[in-house]
C-alpha cells in the first residue's frame, strides 16, 4: 500500500468503539469493543486504524474573514507548506480555472491567510472585486515535502472594509445521467444550502438545504443546446449542456473512453494526492475538442487502497477537480475498479501477510457505498448478490449493493454496459476470509448481463453495444497474473462464508464470452483497463485461449468480437507480456491515451490519441 503522506500528526481522532454485526458472508471476522478482527487459531488480530489525522471537510471549511482577506484553519497541527492562490474569473473563457497569483502564503501548523485587500487589489483585481464586493479564489495546498493535498475554492464578499466568507460550490456542477428529455446537475456546496438552476426559462430548485445536490431537469427537447444558470447566494455559474438525439436517429457523433488514472511518478500534478490529475484534465481537455457528447472511463480512478474513509473522499474529489471544468458541459461517467477499494486491514505478524475485506457495513461504509456517495449515476443495476445460490442467509442483506457500480445507459443508436469486476472484493488472503476476487463477475451480476443485452437485442434504436468492464477478459501486459486468466489457472474462484463458487476465473470468462458474443449480435467490444497501456485484442473461434490442460468445456465462439484496452490514464506502465493470443493484438502501446469511438449510423470508427502530445496512435473501423 502506498505511504499516502510522508508527514504524520500526533494529533489522531478518537471515537468510541462499540462492536458490530459482521456480515455473514465472511469467515473467521468477528468484532468487539475493541473493533474488527480477523480469528487465527487462539489469536485475534485487530483491523489496522484508520489514522485519521485529518478530515475531508477541514480543507474547505474553517475559513474566516478578516480586513485583510481569508484566514484558514486545517486543523492539522503538523501540516507546513505552501498555499498557492488566485482569482477565478466565471466571465473569462468556458473553462474556469484559478489563476495563480505571483505570490503564496506559508502553512504554518495549518493555518495560513490570504491577503486580498494588500495583493490582490487594483491591477491585480482582474475579477473586479472591488466593486462588486464579491469574488472566488482557488487555492492549492502543497505540504513542506512538496506533495499537492487539495485544490479548493473560496468564494467571499467585501463589505465596510471585512471580508467575509460564504458558502460556494466546492465540486460541479456536474451534468448526470444525460437523456433526450433531461439530466441531472449535481454539485457540492463548503455549507449546507439551498441553490437552484434556471434553464429554458424554468427555474429547479433544491428541496431542502444540502451539502449534496442533485437537482433533476427535465421536459426538454431532443438534441438541443441549453444554457443553465446555477444561483447559489450572491454567485450565479453560468454554462451549458447538449441533450441527447432523439433514440435511433442514428445521427453522427463521438465518445470518448480510458481508465486508470491513479497517480503516476513525476511529482506535481500527475500526483494531486491519489489521482494523475495532469493526465485527466489533458484527457478531458482533448474529450471536449473532439467534440465527444460523454466520457466513459472504467475504474482506477484513484490510488485507494484505504483504511481511511476521510483519505478516499479527498482522493476522489481531486479526481473530480481534475476534469470539472469540462464536467459542467457533458458527462463523465466513472467505473468501479480495484483502486476503488476501502477495506479493512488485518496484519498477521507471525506470518508477515495482510488479509483484507471490503470495509462494512456495506449499506453506509463499504466501497461501494463510498463510491455511491462520490457520483451520480443511474440506477437499473442489480441488486446485490443476495439471494443467489451462495447467500448465507436469504432473510436479510448480506452483500453489499450494486447501485451506481452496474449499470446501463444509452446515447442514440449505442447502448452502453457497464459492469463491476471488483465487487466486494477481498484483495488478499479470500480463502480465509472470504470474498470475492479480482475481475470475477458473480452470479446475480452475470444474470442481470444477459437479461441487459437480451432487452437490447429487441431495441429498435440500439445497433451497437459496447460492455465496459475494468479487467480485460484477455490480459496482456501487467495483470496476466491475474485478471481473466490469472496465468491459466481455472482454481481461482470466490469463497462467500467459507465455501467456494463451483466455477473458476476461466469457465466464468466463458460463460461471460457466451453472453456477450454467442447470444448478442449487437455487442461490438468490450471496453476494459486495468493494464496501463492501450492496445487492441482481436477475439475469434480461432484465437487461442486456453492453457495446455484445460479439462472443462470449452466456449465455441461464433463470430469476432473485439477487446480495447486504455488503462493508460497516468498510472505507471505495464509492458507487454507473453500469452498464447498475443499475435492477436494490435498495437501495444505505453502512451497515455485517449480512446475516441466514432458513431455513425451502422459504422463504427476508432481513432486513439496520447491526449499530451496529441500524436495519432491507432486508428481503424471496427464496424462499416
Request: with cysteine.
Amino acid at each position: 500500500m502506498k505511504q499516502v503522506l510522508t508527514w504524520a500528526c500526533s494529533l489522531l481522532f478518537v471515537f468510541p468503539l462499540k462492536a458490530q454485526e459482521v456480515p455473514e458472508v465472511y469467515s473467521n471476522i468477528g468484532s468487539d469493543e475493541n473493533g474488527v478482527f480477523l480469528q487465527m487459531s487462539n489469536q485475534k488480530i485487530y483491523a489496522q486504524a484508520a489514522g485519521d489525522y485529518f478530515h475531508f471537510s477541514d480543507f474547505y471549511n474553517n475559513i474566516t474573514g478578516t480586513e485583510a482577506g481569508l484566514e484558514f484553519d486545517f486543523k492539522i497541527p503538523d501540516l507546513n507548506g505552501t498555499l498557492y492562490y488566485g482569482f477565478i474569473n466565471y466571465k473569462d473563457g468556458s473553462f474556469p480555472q484559478p489563476v495563480y497569483f505571483r505570490e503564496s502564503s506559508p502553512i504554518v501548523n495549518g493555518k495560513t491567510i490570504i491577503p486580498i485587500a494588500r495583493n490582490l487589489s487594483g491591477r491585480y483585481d482582474m475579477i473586479g472585486w472591488e466593486k462588486s464586493g464579491k469574488g472566488i479564489l482557488g487555492y492549492r495546498i502543497m505540504t513542506d515535502k512538496g506533495l499537492i493535498l487539495y485544490d479548493g475554492k473560496a468564494a467571499f464578499i467585501h463589505q465596510d472594509t471585512l471580508f467575509t466568507a460564504v458558502p460556494t460550490v466546492i465540486e460541479g456542477p456536474f451534468i448526470n445521467k444525460l437523456t433526450h428529455k433531461g439530466c441531472v446537475i449535481s454539485f457540492v456546496t463548503s455549507q449546507e444550502v439551498k441553490a437552484s438552476i434556471k434553464t429554458n426559462n424554468k427555474t429547479f430548485t433544491d428541496k431542502k438545504a444540502s451539502i449534496k445536490h442533485e437537482i433533476e431537469i427535465n421536459r426538454l427537447e431532443a438534441g438541443t443546446q441549453y444554457n443553465y444558470q446555477l444561483t447559489l447566494g450572491e454567485f450565479e455559474y453560468d454554462f451549458k449542456f447538449e441533450t441527447s438525439p432523439t433514440p435511433g436517429s442514428r445521427k453522427k457523433f463521438t465518445f470518448a473512453y480510458g481508465s486508470d488514472s491513479r497517480s503516476g511518478q513525476g511529482g506535481g500534478e500527475r500526483d494531486i494526492f491519489g489521482t494523475n490529475a495532469y493526465i485527466m484534465k489533458r484527457i478531458a481537455s482533448l474529450s471536449m475538442a473532439e467534440g465527444a457528447k460523454f466520457v466513459q472511463f472504467t475504474g482506477d480512478l484513484i490510488d485507494g487502497y484505504e483504511v481511511s474513509r476521510e483519505r478516499m473522499n479527498l482522493q476522489y474529489a481531486n479526481w473530480k477537480h481534475a476534469v470539472e471544468a469540462y464536467w459542467h458541459y457533458i458527462p463523465f461517467i466513472p467505473g468501479f475498479g480495484n483502486h476503488e477499494a476501502y477495506n479493512y486491514i488485518f496484519h498477521d505478524t507471525i506470518r508477515n501477510f495482510n488479509y483484507l475485506i471490503d470495509h462494512f457495513p456495506f449499506a453506509n461504509d463499504s466501497g461501494e457505498s463510498l463510491f455511491q456517495d462520490n457520483f451520480v449515476l443511474p440506477e437499473n443495476g442489480p441488486r446485490s448478490e443476495d439471494n443467489s445460490t451462495y447467500d448465507p442467509d436469504k432473510s436479510k442483506d448480506d452483500f453489499p449493493s450494486y447501485k451506481e457500480s452496474v449499470f446501463w445507459y444509452t446515447y442514440d443508436n449505442v447502448a452502453m454496459v457497464v459492469m463491476n469486476s471488483d465487487y466486494w472484493y477481498s484483495p488478499q488472503g479470500l480463502s480465509i476470509v472470504s470474498g470475492n476476487l479480482h475481475a470475477y463477475i458473480m452470479d446475480n451480476q452475470l444474470k442481470w448481463l444477459e437479461k441487459t443485452l437480451k432487452r437490447f437485442e429487441k431495441n429498435e434504436n440500439i445497433d451497437h453495444v459496447f460492455v465496459t468492464v475494468h479487467t480485460p477478459f484477455f490480459p496482456n501486459g501487467g495483470h496476466v497474473k491475474d485478471d481473466m486468466w490469472y496465468n491459466g489457472d481455472n482454481r481461482m474462484r470466490p469463497t462467500v462464508n467459507g465455501k467456494t463458487y463451483d466455477e473458476g476465473i476461466i469457465e466464468r470468462r466463458d460463460k461471460l464470452l457466451d453472453i456477450i458474443v454467442n447470444k448478442s449480435t449487437k455487442t461490438v467490444a468490450a471496453l476494459t483497463g486495468d493494464e496501463h497501456n492501450y492496445n487492441m485484442l482481436t477475439i475469434t473461434e480461432e484465437m487461442d485461449r486456453y492453457p495446455e490442460t484445460y479439462n472443462h468445456e470449452k466456449v465455441k465462439l461464433s463470430r469476432t468480437f473485439y477487446q480495447i484496452n486504455n488503462g493508460a490514464a497516468g498510472a505507471p506502465y505495464y509492458a507487454q507480456e507473453k500469452t498464447p493470443w498475443m499475435k492477436h493484438v494490435r498495437n501495444f502501446s505505453t502512451q497515455n491515451a485517449l480512446v475516441l469511438i466514432d458513431v455513425e449510423g451502422s459504422k463504427i470508427h476508432v481513432r486513439v490519441k496520447n491526449p499530451d502530445t496529441l500524436e495519432l496512435i491507432d486508428e481503424y473501423d471496427l464496424r462499416k
